[in-house]
């Protein structure tokens, strides 16, 4: 059958019917959609650091310089990390504090900024803070710091501990 054809049409050539191209890509199967993955960075300079400020509600969380940052994550949940950087974090009450660490990441996903690789902070009310990392919960508006902490008042009691819980004044601390 597949001979009689083949001759037939050799006899009788036919013009060969135009296919139509697909206008649309076929159908691939559905699976979840994977998050786009964004990598962003960026430097500043002495006189125009990286500048970040982060709000709620009209009020100033923090206020973030550094000289450079790495941002990988999709978006939401992005992971930062910027060299050395300047972070004055602000509470409800009008207290503030003003970190500076050669490392800082803010994490959406874990909602925190964390200053790493030795942390020196000053309060607003003339408290200063040593430690070597310090980890700033939005949720909660609390300091945790780690690692050779000494704390001292500005009439010169010094207290000293390998960790500590505290709000942002650092007047409601915890030290073990």
Known sequence: MAVLLAGATGCNPQ????????????????????????????????????????????????????SSYESKGPQGAARAVFQEARVT?????????????????????????TLMNGVHARTSSGMTLECTQLVYDRATGMLHGTGNVVVTDPKGFRATGSSFDSDISLTHMRMR
């Open 15 to 66: 013009q060969p019917k135009a296919t139509p191209s697909p206008s649309a890509p076929a159908p691939q199967p559905r699976g979840s959609a994977s998050p786009l993955v964004l990598k962003i960075t960026g430097h500043g300079t002495a006189n125009r650091p990286v500048h970040l400020i982060q709000q709620v509600h009209n009020r100033v969380d923090y206020d973030l310089l550094a």
């Open 89 to 113: 974090f602000r509470d409800k009450q009008g207290g503030r504090i003003a970190a500076t660490a050669p490392q800082a990441v803010v994490d959406q996903s874990a909602n925190t900024v």
